[in-house]
C-alpha cells in the first residue's frame, strides 16, 4: 500500500458543509494526487501536488481545495458540499514510475 | 480529445478459462500505458506498465500488449482464477505521471 492512509474512509454529510478528507503518508514521497470515481467513469484527477505548498489543479478541481503543509499530509477540502461531490475519492502517491492508490473515502452527500 | 475507451464493459467467464480485455486510446503525446486491477471496494493496484518501445509485458497470469500504431492495448488473462475477479483499468499517461487518462474499467467476474 506504499504507505498510505485515507481518512476518514466513510462519511455521510449534509448539502453545504465543509468536507475535509486527509491522506497520509509516510514515506515521504514528493508526488500526491486526489482523484474521485463515480460509476461509469474514470478516476479523475481532482488535485496533485509535487512538493510542500506546491499544488496544481486537475481535470475537475472546481468545488475543491488542497493544502500540502507537511510532505505527509495532503488535505482536500469541499468547502460547501453539494450532492454532485458524492464520490469515492482516492488519495496516491508516485513512486519512480508507478502510482500507488489508497484504499479510498467513501463520501455521501445528503 | 485524450481519451481511453476500455470493452467490454463486463465479462463473465468460468474459473479456468483465458479471457482479453481491450483498451483503445486517442491518448497524445503519449509517455506510458499501465493496467491496474481493482478488487471491490478496494484501491487500484498496478499490474504492468509499459513504454512506446515496449509491446508485451507479463505479470505472472497476466500478459499486457501494446500496439502504439493503432493505439490498442489488451490485458490477457490466463487459467483465470476466483480472485480475479475485479475491475480492470487501464490507464494511459500524456507526461510523466502528471497528466494520466483512466478508462472506466472492464468489470471481470469469474464463476466457479
Known amino acids: 500500500d506504499a504507505g498510505i492512509t485515507q481518512s476518514p474512509r466513510h462519511k455521510v454529510t449534509e448539502t453545504g458543509t465543509p468536507v475535509t478528507l486527509r491522506c497520509h503518508q509516510t514515506e515521504n514521497h514528493r508526488y500526491m494526487y486526489w482523484y474521485r470515481q463515480d460509476p461509469g467513469h474514470g478516476l479523475r484527477l481532482i488535485h496533485y501536488?509535487?512538493?510542500?505548498?506546491?499544488?496544481d489543479k486537475g481535470e475537475v478541481s472546481d468545488g475543491y481545495s488542497v493544502s500540502r503543509s507537511k510532505t505527509e499530509d495532503f488535505l482536500l477540502t469541499l468547502e460547501s458540499a453539494t450532492s454532485s461531490q458524492t464520490s469515492v475519492y482516492f488519495c496516491?502517491?508516485?513512486?519512480?514510475?508507478?502510482?500507488?492508490f489508497g484504499e479510498g473515502s467513501w463520501l455521501t452527500v445528503v | 480529445k485524450n481519451q481511453v475507451e476500455q470493452s467490454p464493459q463486463s465479462l463473465i467467464i468460468l474459473e479456468g478459462k483465458n479471457c482479453t480485455l481491450q483498451c483503445n486510446y486517442t491518448v497524445s503525446p503519449f509517455s506510458n500505458l499501465r493496467w491496474y486491477k481493482q478488487d471491490t471496494g478496494r484501491g487500484p493496484v498496478s499490474l504492468t506498465i509499459m513504454t512506446f518501445s515496449e509491446n508485451t509485458k507479463s505479470n505472472g497470469r497476466y500478459t499486457a500488449t501494446l500496439d502504439a500504431d493503432t493505439k490498442q492495448s489488451s490485458l490477457h488473462i490466463t487459467a483465470s482464477q476466483l480472485s480475479d475477479s475485479a475491475s480492470y483499468i487501464c490507464v494511459v499517461s500524456r507526461d510523466y505521471n502528471n497528466d494520466m487518462r483512466f478508462g472506466a474499467g472492464t468489470r471481470l467476474t469469474v464463476k466457479p
Open positions: 501536488s509535487y512538493g510542500v505548498k506546491d499544488t
Open positions: 496516491a502517491i508516485k513512486l519512480v514510475n508507478t502510482i500507488y
